[in-house]
């Protein structure tokens, strides 16, 4: 069974700063799927990012960049020049590919960003 | 595009009463998800649908629980009887297809039983 850890349950940041977020997960397959989703105080699950694992390029969406190492199993997201608007909690999440979409999340970390 | 649709956004009600939480997914897409986020276990899936069939349900705590999908636009997820320890956020997402789609989630519905 796959699973995933997110081991730091609260950070903070000083607003335009760097933050890393940690990811590690658990499993035998070889094609998946990684995301980051990030639930702000209004609950919304919002998706920030995704890697696909076959690829090797590290994904972006602007402020935001992972760090996939596929051999380690890590998943880490950096938010570069944080945002009081990026603090919520935020969500490690892992999809094998397949028939049936499940996703595994992790216990999630909330993010403080201070003014 | 609206987004998921969820509704209602909040409701309270009494142990041994009927719930039932509805969805409407994005125009289009074709899987459908029911998750539950409590403080205890987190986010996890309860069911699952592709095109309106149910393909998953081992998520399902009991058989107190039920969901259906009559068709593409519309879901509910039905709770008969309701406990407390039923309160929770429930989750309605979907995805263009199952297996390598984005799921995008509603607002969620936070109940409370009483």
């Known amino acids: 069974a796959q699973t995933v850890t997110q081991s730091q349950p609260e950070m903070s940041v000083q607003e335009a700063e760097t933050v890393t977020l940690s990811c590690t997960y658990d499993t035998s397959e070889n094609n998946y799927y990684l995301f980051w989703y990030k639930q702000p105080p209004s609950r919304q699950m919002i998706l920030v990012i995704r890697?696909?694992?076959?690829?090797?390029q590290n994904a972006t969406e602007n402020r935001f960049s992972v760090n996939f190492q596929k051999a380690a199993k890590s998943f880490s997201l950096k938010i570069s020049d944080s945002q009081l608007g990026d603090t919520a909690m935020y969500f490690c999440?892992?999809?094998?590919?397949?028939?049936?979409?499940?996703?595994?999340f992790g216990q999630g970390t909330t993010l403080q960003v201070k003014p | 595009d609206a987004g998921v649709i969820q509704s209602p956004r909040h409701e309270v009600t009494e142990m041994g009463q009927e719930v039932t939480l509805r969805c409407k997914p994005i125009?289009?897409?074709?899987?459908l998800f029911w998750y539950r986020q409590t403080m205890m276990r987190g986010l996890e899936l309860l069911i699952y649908f592709n095109n309106n069939v149910p393909i998953d349900d081992s998520g399902m705590p009991e058989d107190r629980f039920s969901a259906k999908m009559p068709n593409a636009s519309f879901s509910t997820l039905k709770i008969q009887p309701s406990e407390p320890r039923d309160s929770a956020v429930y989750f309605c997402?979907?995805?263009?297809?199952?297996?390598?789609?984005?799921?995008?989630f509603g607002p969620g519905t936070r109940l409370t039983v009483l």
């Open positions: 997402a979907s995805s263009l297809s199952s297996g390598s789609d984005t799921q995008y």
């Open positions: 890697q696909e694992a076959y690829k090797q």
């Open positions: 125009s289009g897409h074709n899987s």
């Open positions: 999440a892992f999809m094998k590919k397949s028939n049936t979409g499940k996703l595994i």
